[in-house]
């Protein structure tokens, strides 16, 4: 089928797949998408990395402090292996460690590295729940 409009540059081609009719092309200078996102708007990955970098208030050793939500999350998974000897969070920790890389030789990862004696500590948690490291 031939487009046929009249006084319309490029017109008089066939239209087929991928090839609208002019009717139906983006004109110059028009998006394609006008209701698209704003400029600015954030996506998910930055929501979430805003909210765990927000500062909340912990309560340690009788004290107030001011840390990030990311690293109240890690304390308090480290105070439920702790206290209440959580099988779930020495198993999330483990798993969080491992992402980060931790578990490596610190001279090759170049950072803080868990002891040998937290490791162990972990790994017996990690036996007594059954639970692969």
Not at 16 to 27: A, H, L, N, T
Not at 34 to 59: D, M, N, T, Y
Not at 126 to 133: E, R, W
């Amino acid at each position: 089928m031939l487009d046929h409009e009249p006084g319309v540059p490029g017109a008089g081609y066939e239209v087929g797949y991928r090839k609208p009719p002019v009717s139906g092309q983006f004109r110059p200078g028009r998006s394609g998408n006008p209701k698209g996102r704003r400029k600015g708007s954030k996506g998910f990955k930055a929501i979430v990395l805003g909210i765990l970098r927000e500062k909340v208030s912990v309560g340690e050793n009788g004290k107030r402090r001011k840390v990030t939500r990311l690293e109240a999350a890690a304390l308090s998974l480290s105070n439920a292996i702790i206290v209440k000897q959580d099988l779930k969070a020495a198993s999330a920790l483990t798993q969080l460690v491992n992402l980060c890389g931790l578990l490596e030789d610190p001279r090759e990862a170049g950072a803080e590295a868990i002891s040998e004696h937290e490791l162990t500590q972990i790994q017996k948690l990690l036996d007594q729940a059954g639970v692969p490291a």
